[in-house]
T-cell receptor
Framework: DAGITQSPRHKVTETGTPVTLRCHQTENHRYMYWYRQDPGHGLRLIHYSYGVKDTDKGEVSDGYSVSRSKTEDFLLTLESATSSQTSVYFC????????????FGPGTRLTVL | GDSVTQMEGPVTLSEEAFLTINCTYTATGYPSLFWYVQYPGEGLQLLLKATKADDKGSNKGFEATYRKETTSFHLEKGSVQVSDSAVYFCALLNTGFQKLVFGTGTRLLVSP
């Protein structure tokens, strides 16, 4: 299994508070991704990174920001959490990007009350 | 834009039955195709992949063939086990794009 950890694994927070989720990898892969999983939607890309300090938006990026200051860590921040951001968040990594396989972390279940 | 359509679930089978989960896609160019599996409470695991037309991906008794003429990547297994109960996601990854495009997932329930 790819060495990917996510923290926290579960979090409950209140509307309007900032939340940061962390993804950590030990594979030294260049590309890292954040997806959210919602019933009826499969997984959808929020943001991705193609190197340290290099990030770009995915299809559902509104209300989220990301940062990558080290190869191994990719942070997802909800600037002001809303109930619509209640979801399961998955981090993924890929060595080469493009059509290369993406490997997923165990997920973080976030509930915004 | 690119999209993936999977059959609605749940698919309910008895142990040792034959499994097919249909997946069709719409995409420009020549995407890579994937099947991921998600067991309860866990993340997604890569089950198999195919990167070009007529390629067959296989793993743990599961198979899928990349059919460009029918834009399909159906998942099959000859004899399912109770331990195969999970949600299966078909996905594509297109050249030059970074996002996996997922189907909505198909839940498989296998009873003894």
């Amino acid at each position: 299994d790819a060495g990917i950890t996510q923290s926290p694994r579960h979090k409950v927070t209140e509307t309007g508070t900032p939340v940061t989720l962390r993804c950590h990898q030990t594979e030294n892969h260049r590309y890292m991704y954040w997806y959210r999983q919602d019933p009826g939607h499969g997984l959808r890309l929020i943001h991705y990174s193609y190197g340290v300090k290099d990030t770009d938006k995915g299809e559902v990026s509104d209300g989220y920001s990301v940062s990558r200051s080290k190869t191994e860590d990719f942070l997802l921040t909800l600037e002001s959490a809303t109930s619509s951001q209640t979801s399961v968040y998955f981090c993924a990594i890929s060595e080469k990007g493009s059509t290369d396989t993406q490997y997923f972390g165990p997920g973080t279940r976030l509930t915004v009350l | 834009g690119d999209s993936v359509t999977q059959m609605e679930g749940p698919v309910t089978l008895s142990e040792e039955a034959f499994l097919t989960i249909n997946c069709t896609y719409t995409a420009t160019g020549y995407p890579s195709l994937f099947w991921y599996v998600q067991y309860p409470g866990e993340g997604l695991q890569l089950l198999l992949k195919a990167t070009k037309a007529d390629d067959k991906g296989s793993n743990k008794g599961f198979e899928a063939t990349y059919r460009k003429e029918t834009t399909s990547f159906h998942l099959e297994k000859g004899s399912v086990q109770v331990s195969d109960s999970a949600v299966y996601f078909c996905a594509l990854l297109n050249t030059g794009f970074q996002k996996l495009v997922f189907g909505t997932g198909t839940r498989l329930l296998v009873s003894p």
